[in-house]
Protein backbone atom coordinates (compact mmCIF):
# COMPACT_ATOMS: atom_id res chain seq x y z
CA UNK A 1 0.00 0.00 0.00
CA UNK A 2 1.55 3.41 -1.00
CA UNK A 3 -0.38 6.78 -0.76
CA UNK A 4 2.85 8.53 -2.80
CA UNK A 5 1.09 12.08 -2.29
CA UNK A 6 0.51 11.55 1.24
CA UNK A 7 4.48 10.80 1.30
CA UNK A 8 5.69 13.77 -0.56
CA UNK A 9 3.98 15.65 1.63
CA UNK A 10 4.62 15.26 5.03
CA UNK A 11 8.41 15.13 4.05
CA UNK A 12 8.15 18.24 1.92
CA UNK A 13 8.53 16.81 -1.43
CA UNK A 14 7.89 18.21 -4.74
CA UNK A 15 5.96 15.84 -6.97
CA UNK A 16 8.70 15.03 -9.55
CA UNK A 17 10.35 12.81 -6.26
CA UNK A 18 7.43 10.16 -7.28
CA UNK A 19 9.59 9.06 -9.85
CA UNK A 20 11.81 8.10 -7.26
CA UNK A 21 10.30 5.79 -4.85
CA UNK A 22 11.36 2.21 -4.15
CA UNK A 23 14.15 1.25 -1.60
CA UNK A 24 18.23 1.96 -1.23
CA UNK A 25 19.68 -1.58 -0.08
CA UNK A 26 23.20 -1.29 -0.72
CA UNK A 27 26.08 1.23 -1.42
CA UNK A 28 29.03 1.85 -3.85
CA UNK A 29 32.08 3.58 -2.81
CA UNK A 30 34.62 5.02 -4.99
CA UNK A 31 37.73 6.53 -4.52
CA UNK A 32 41.35 6.76 -5.30
CA UNK A 33 44.38 4.93 -3.27
CA UNK A 34 48.01 6.46 -3.45
CA UNK A 35 50.63 3.92 -3.25
CA UNK A 36 53.81 4.81 -1.57
CA UNK A 37 56.60 2.18 -3.50
CA UNK A 38 59.42 1.73 -1.65
CA UNK A 39 62.22 0.26 -3.53
CA UNK A 40 65.63 -0.78 -2.24
CA UNK A 41 66.94 -2.71 -5.45
CA UNK A 42 69.76 0.11 -5.95
CA UNK A 43 71.06 -0.39 -2.64
CA UNK A 44 68.88 2.66 -1.34
CA UNK A 45 65.54 3.64 -0.87
CA UNK A 46 64.00 4.95 -3.87
CA UNK A 47 59.99 6.11 -3.10
CA UNK A 48 57.63 6.95 -5.96
CA UNK A 49 53.94 7.52 -6.12
CA UNK A 50 51.69 5.69 -7.81
CA UNK A 51 48.06 6.04 -8.26
CA UNK A 52 44.41 3.92 -8.27
CA UNK A 53 41.10 3.39 -8.55
CA UNK A 54 38.99 2.10 -5.82
CA UNK A 55 35.45 0.46 -5.63
CA UNK A 56 33.75 -1.44 -3.10
CA UNK A 57 30.13 -2.22 -2.28
CA UNK A 58 28.65 -2.80 0.64
CA UNK A 59 24.90 -3.52 2.69
CA UNK A 60 23.00 0.10 3.38
CA UNK A 61 19.64 0.35 3.66
CA UNK A 62 17.80 3.51 3.32
CA UNK A 63 14.66 4.99 1.43
CA UNK A 64 15.23 7.89 -1.40
CA UNK A 65 12.50 9.84 -0.37
CA UNK A 66 13.75 9.98 3.32
CA UNK A 67 17.45 10.60 2.04
CA UNK A 68 15.82 13.41 0.04
CA UNK A 69 14.28 15.15 2.71
CA UNK A 70 16.81 15.12 5.30
CA UNK A 71 19.42 15.93 2.92
CA UNK A 72 17.12 19.19 1.91
CA UNK A 73 15.24 19.84 5.59
CA UNK A 74 18.97 18.76 7.64
CA UNK A 75 21.78 18.62 5.22
CA UNK A 76 21.73 21.83 3.82
CA UNK A 77 21.18 21.04 0.20
CA UNK A 78 18.63 23.29 -1.76
CA UNK A 79 16.66 22.46 -4.89
CA UNK A 80 18.03 23.03 -8.28
CA UNK A 81 15.92 21.23 -10.42
CA UNK A 82 16.63 18.92 -13.38
CA UNK A 83 19.63 18.15 -15.13
CA UNK A 84 21.72 16.00 -17.51
CA UNK A 85 22.89 14.06 -14.47
CA UNK A 86 19.46 13.85 -12.77
CA UNK A 87 17.12 16.33 -10.30
CA UNK A 88 19.45 17.81 -8.77
CA UNK A 89 20.19 19.08 -5.01
CA UNK A 90 23.23 21.05 -4.29
CA UNK A 91 25.03 21.85 -1.23
CA UNK A 92 27.38 24.97 -2.22
CA UNK A 93 30.81 25.85 -1.03
CA UNK A 94 31.00 28.34 1.84
CA UNK A 95 33.32 29.91 4.31
CA UNK A 96 32.56 29.67 8.08
CA UNK A 97 34.06 31.81 10.96
CA UNK A 98 33.98 29.44 13.21
CA UNK A 99 33.34 31.10 17.05
CA UNK A 100 33.79 29.76 20.73
CA UNK A 101 33.47 26.91 22.13
CA UNK A 102 34.68 25.61 18.59
CA UNK A 103 38.00 24.07 18.40
CA UNK A 104 38.45 26.58 15.47
CA UNK A 105 37.75 29.30 17.01
CA UNK A 106 38.50 31.96 14.75
CA UNK A 107 39.64 30.19 11.66
CA UNK A 108 37.76 30.94 8.17
CA UNK A 109 36.74 27.49 7.03
CA UNK A 110 36.19 26.75 3.52
CA UNK A 111 33.61 23.67 3.25
CA UNK A 112 33.50 22.08 -0.12
CA UNK A 113 30.25 21.44 -2.89
CA UNK A 114 28.17 18.28 -3.05
CA UNK A 115 26.03 17.81 -5.01
CA UNK A 116 23.15 15.14 -5.26
CA UNK A 117 21.69 13.76 -8.79
CA UNK A 118 18.59 11.50 -8.56
CA UNK A 119 17.30 9.47 -11.16
CA UNK A 120 14.76 6.33 -11.31
CA UNK A 121 17.42 3.54 -11.08
CA UNK A 122 19.97 5.64 -8.74
CA UNK A 123 21.03 8.43 -6.76
CA UNK A 124 24.73 10.15 -6.99
CA UNK A 125 26.50 11.79 -4.50
CA UNK A 126 29.58 13.99 -5.23
CA UNK A 127 31.79 15.69 -3.31
CA UNK A 128 34.62 17.76 -3.83
CA UNK A 129 37.38 15.18 -2.27
CA UNK A 130 39.13 17.89 0.00
CA UNK A 131 40.48 18.06 3.30
CA UNK A 132 38.84 21.60 4.26
CA UNK A 133 41.20 21.84 7.99
CA UNK A 134 44.71 20.73 8.02
CA UNK A 135 46.78 19.44 11.49
CA UNK A 136 44.06 21.93 13.29
CA UNK A 137 44.53 24.93 10.49
CA UNK A 138 41.97 25.68 8.30
CA UNK A 139 43.20 25.19 4.49
CA UNK A 140 42.55 28.12 2.10
CA UNK A 141 41.64 25.85 -0.64
CA UNK A 142 43.65 27.59 -3.09
CA UNK A 143 45.83 24.30 -4.03
CA UNK A 144 43.50 21.70 -1.35
CA UNK A 145 45.01 18.66 0.53
CA UNK A 146 43.47 15.41 -1.91
CA UNK A 147 41.34 13.54 0.48
CA UNK A 148 42.39 9.78 -0.58
CA UNK A 149 43.25 6.41 0.99
CA UNK A 150 47.75 6.02 1.62
CA UNK A 151 48.94 2.50 1.26
CA UNK A 152 52.53 1.36 1.03
CA UNK A 153 54.39 -1.01 -1.14
CA UNK A 154 57.72 -2.91 -1.39
CA UNK A 155 59.32 -3.36 -5.18
CA UNK A 156 61.83 -5.39 -6.36
CA UNK A 157 63.44 -7.27 -9.20
CA UNK A 158 62.00 -10.67 -10.51
CA UNK A 159 64.76 -13.10 -12.35
CA UNK A 160 64.42 -10.72 -15.69
CA UNK A 161 65.11 -7.53 -14.03
CA UNK A 162 61.55 -6.73 -14.34
CA UNK A 163 60.32 -4.10 -11.64
CA UNK A 164 57.76 -6.50 -9.21
CA UNK A 165 55.67 -5.43 -6.14
CA UNK A 166 56.81 -7.51 -3.41
CA UNK A 167 54.79 -6.52 -0.41
CA UNK A 168 51.92 -4.21 -0.28
CA UNK A 169 50.02 -3.08 3.24
CA UNK A 170 47.10 -4.14 4.38
CA UNK A 171 46.08 -1.34 6.02
CA UNK A 172 46.14 2.46 5.09
CA UNK A 173 49.23 4.41 6.56
CA UNK A 174 50.68 7.70 7.08
CA UNK A 175 52.25 8.92 4.27
CA UNK A 176 55.97 10.85 3.94
CA UNK A 177 54.05 13.03 1.81
CA UNK A 178 50.52 14.02 0.58
CA UNK A 179 48.84 15.08 -2.43
CA UNK A 180 47.71 18.49 -3.37
CA UNK A 181 45.10 18.80 -6.05
CA UNK A 182 47.45 20.19 -8.72
CA UNK A 183 50.25 17.50 -8.26
CA UNK A 184 47.79 14.98 -7.89
CA UNK A 185 45.86 15.44 -11.07
CA UNK A 186 49.04 15.69 -13.14
CA UNK A 187 49.80 11.93 -11.04
CA UNK A 188 46.75 10.61 -11.92
CA UNK A 189 46.33 12.10 -15.43
CA UNK A 190 43.05 13.28 -14.69
CA UNK A 191 40.87 16.55 -15.14
CA UNK A 192 39.47 17.91 -11.54
CA UNK A 193 35.64 17.12 -13.32
CA UNK A 194 36.60 14.13 -13.11
CA UNK A 195 38.57 13.35 -9.62
CA UNK A 196 35.00 14.27 -8.39
CA UNK A 197 32.82 12.21 -10.62
CA UNK A 198 35.32 9.16 -10.00
CA UNK A 199 35.07 9.68 -5.90
CA UNK A 200 31.49 9.46 -6.01
CA UNK A 201 28.70 7.25 -3.90
CA UNK A 202 26.35 5.43 -6.16
CA UNK A 203 23.01 4.16 -4.00
CA UNK A 204 21.42 1.87 -6.60
CA UNK A 205 16.98 2.46 -6.81
CA UNK A 206 15.03 -1.11 -6.31
CA UNK A 207 11.93 -0.67 -7.38
CA UNK A 208 9.82 -2.54 -4.51
CA UNK A 209 5.51 -2.37 -3.59
CA UNK A 210 4.15 -0.89 -0.97
CA UNK A 211 2.16 -3.89 -0.44
CA UNK A 212 4.90 -6.19 0.39
CA UNK A 213 7.88 -2.98 0.88
CA UNK A 214 8.61 0.21 2.90
CA UNK A 215 9.12 2.99 1.12
CA UNK A 216 9.44 5.90 3.48
CA UNK A 217 8.70 6.90 6.99
CA UNK A 218 7.34 10.35 8.18
CA UNK A 219 6.00 11.98 11.31
CA UNK A 220 3.38 14.51 10.81
CA UNK A 221 2.73 16.51 13.69
CA UNK A 222 -0.82 18.68 13.60
CA UNK A 223 -2.40 21.05 15.48
CA UNK A 224 -6.22 20.06 15.98
CA UNK A 225 -6.63 23.30 17.81
CA UNK A 226 -5.13 26.48 19.00
CA UNK A 227 -3.99 24.85 22.23
CA UNK A 228 -3.36 21.05 21.16
CA UNK A 229 -1.31 19.15 18.91
CA UNK A 230 -1.71 15.32 17.73
CA UNK A 231 1.14 13.21 16.26
CA UNK A 232 1.01 10.47 13.21
CA UNK A 233 2.96 7.82 12.37
CA UNK A 234 3.15 7.54 7.98
CA UNK A 235 4.48 4.62 6.87
CA UNK A 236 4.46 4.25 2.74
CA UNK A 237 2.35 7.69 3.10
CA UNK A 238 -0.46 5.49 5.11
CA UNK A 239 -1.37 5.87 8.95
CA UNK A 240 0.64 3.19 10.61
CA UNK A 241 -2.58 2.21 13.09
CA UNK A 242 -4.82 1.56 10.12
CA UNK A 243 -3.01 -1.19 8.41
CA UNK A 244 -0.48 -3.90 9.29
CA UNK A 245 2.79 -2.24 8.82
CA UNK A 246 4.62 -5.33 10.53
CA UNK A 247 4.14 -7.46 7.59
CA UNK A 248 6.31 -5.32 5.26
CA UNK A 249 9.92 -5.77 4.92
CA UNK A 250 12.22 -2.37 5.69
CA UNK A 251 15.20 -1.39 3.88
CA UNK A 252 17.42 -4.22 5.65
CA UNK A 253 15.47 -6.95 4.58
CA UNK A 254 13.79 -7.34 7.61
CA UNK A 255 10.16 -6.91 9.31
CA UNK A 256 9.24 -4.98 12.36
CA UNK A 257 7.65 -5.54 15.61
CA UNK A 258 7.27 -2.61 16.26
CA UNK A 259 8.10 1.37 16.86
CA UNK A 260 8.21 3.38 20.42
CA UNK A 261 6.70 6.61 19.64
CA UNK A 262 7.17 10.11 22.01
CA UNK A 263 7.09 13.99 22.38
CA UNK A 264 9.91 15.66 23.41
CA UNK A 265 10.11 19.29 24.63
CA UNK A 266 13.29 21.32 24.32
CA UNK A 267 12.98 24.68 26.56
CA UNK A 268 15.97 25.23 28.24
CA UNK A 269 17.73 22.88 30.87
CA UNK A 270 16.21 19.30 31.69
CA UNK A 271 13.28 19.68 34.15
CA UNK A 272 14.13 18.56 37.95
CA UNK A 273 10.83 16.68 37.71
CA UNK A 274 12.13 13.60 34.68
CA UNK A 275 15.38 11.28 35.15
CA UNK A 276 18.02 12.26 32.87
CA UNK A 277 18.19 10.37 29.28
CA UNK A 278 20.43 10.85 26.20
CA UNK A 279 18.55 13.34 23.94
CA UNK A 280 19.48 16.58 25.48
CA UNK A 281 15.58 17.16 25.86
CA UNK A 282 13.65 19.46 28.72
CA UNK A 283 10.81 16.56 28.90
CA UNK A 284 9.96 13.59 27.42
CA UNK A 285 6.43 12.36 27.37
CA UNK A 286 6.23 8.79 26.16
CA UNK A 287 3.28 8.16 23.84
CA UNK A 288 1.31 4.62 22.97
CA UNK A 289 1.41 4.27 19.79
CA UNK A 290 -2.16 3.01 19.32
CA UNK A 291 -3.69 5.65 21.38
CA UNK A 292 -4.97 9.30 20.86
CA UNK A 293 -1.75 11.16 20.44
CA UNK A 294 -3.49 14.54 21.07
CA UNK A 295 -1.58 16.51 23.75
CA UNK A 296 -2.99 19.75 25.95
CA UNK A 297 -0.86 22.65 25.38
CA UNK A 298 -0.34 25.82 27.73
CA UNK A 299 1.81 28.48 27.98
CA UNK A 300 2.82 29.13 32.28
CA UNK A 301 5.70 30.00 34.08
CA UNK A 302 7.18 26.40 34.30
CA UNK A 303 8.16 23.25 31.75
CA UNK A 304 5.89 20.29 32.86
CA UNK A 305 3.72 17.59 32.42
CA UNK A 306 0.47 16.44 33.90
CA UNK A 307 -0.01 13.05 32.26
CA UNK A 308 -3.98 12.65 34.27
CA UNK A 309 -5.01 14.95 31.22
CA UNK A 310 -1.83 14.89 29.05
CA UNK A 311 -1.44 18.55 29.25
CA UNK A 312 2.27 20.20 28.28
CA UNK A 313 2.61 23.30 30.05
CA UNK A 314 5.80 25.33 28.60
CA UNK A 315 7.40 28.42 29.71
CA UNK A 316 7.52 30.70 26.57
CA UNK A 317 9.01 33.57 28.43
CA UNK A 318 12.57 31.82 28.44
CA UNK A 319 15.41 32.79 26.29
CA UNK A 320 15.17 29.12 24.14
CA UNK A 321 12.40 28.97 21.69
CA UNK A 322 9.92 26.28 22.81
CA UNK A 323 10.04 23.24 20.47
CA UNK A 324 8.27 19.98 20.55
CA UNK A 325 9.43 17.17 19.01
CA UNK A 326 6.75 14.51 17.47
CA UNK A 327 9.30 11.33 17.25
CA UNK A 328 8.78 7.76 16.53
CA UNK A 329 11.55 5.01 16.55
CA UNK A 330 11.16 1.51 15.04
CA UNK A 331 11.90 -1.38 17.71
CA UNK A 332 15.13 -2.61 16.49
CA UNK A 333 15.71 -5.36 13.51
CA UNK A 334 18.94 -6.95 14.44
CA UNK A 335 20.58 -3.59 15.51
CA UNK A 336 18.96 -1.74 12.64
CA UNK A 337 16.40 0.69 13.14
CA UNK A 338 15.43 3.74 11.41
CA UNK A 339 13.34 6.61 12.88
CA UNK A 340 11.54 10.28 11.94
CA UNK A 341 10.22 13.25 13.23
CA UNK A 342 8.69 16.51 13.08
CA UNK A 343 9.57 19.76 14.52
CA UNK A 344 6.62 22.38 15.85
CA UNK A 345 7.26 25.88 17.22
CA UNK A 346 5.23 26.19 20.31
CA UNK A 347 6.15 30.09 19.85
CA UNK A 348 5.78 30.54 16.19
CA UNK A 349 3.54 27.58 15.45
CA UNK A 350 6.16 26.70 12.12
CA UNK A 351 6.80 22.76 11.78
CA UNK A 352 10.61 21.64 10.48
CA UNK A 353 11.00 18.20 9.71
CA UNK A 354 13.62 16.33 12.04
Same mark, same amino acid.
Given at each position: ??????????????????????????????????????????????????????????????????????????????????????????????????????????????????????????????YEPYETVVNGIADDMTNPIVRVQYKSRLLGKDA????????????????? !?????? @? /? #???? =??? %????? $?????????????????????????????????????????????????????????????????????????????????????????????????????????????????????????????? !?????? @? /? #???? =??? %????? $???LETGIETLY
Amino acid at each position: MINIDKALEVLGLPPEFEAYNGQIQQRINRGYTVYENNDFSSGKNVITYTVEQRQSTELFGLYPLNYAAMMLYTGGFTLEGMTDKGYHLLQARKAVLHEPPSSRAGQLVHYVESNIYFNPDRVEFTYEPYETVVNGIADDMTNPIVRVQYKSRLLGKDATGKTVVKWTSRGTITPK !KRFRRD @E /F #LQLA =GIT %EEQLV $WNCRITYPIVPVKGETHITSVAMDIEQPTATSVKSTVYINGIDANTFDYKKLINSFGQTYGGYMQQYRLYNGPRSIETSINVYGSTLDIGQNPTQDSTLNLQAGGSNTYNATNRTLTYNPSLEDDA !KLLAYM @E /F #LPAN =GKN %ECAGK $WLSLETGIETLY
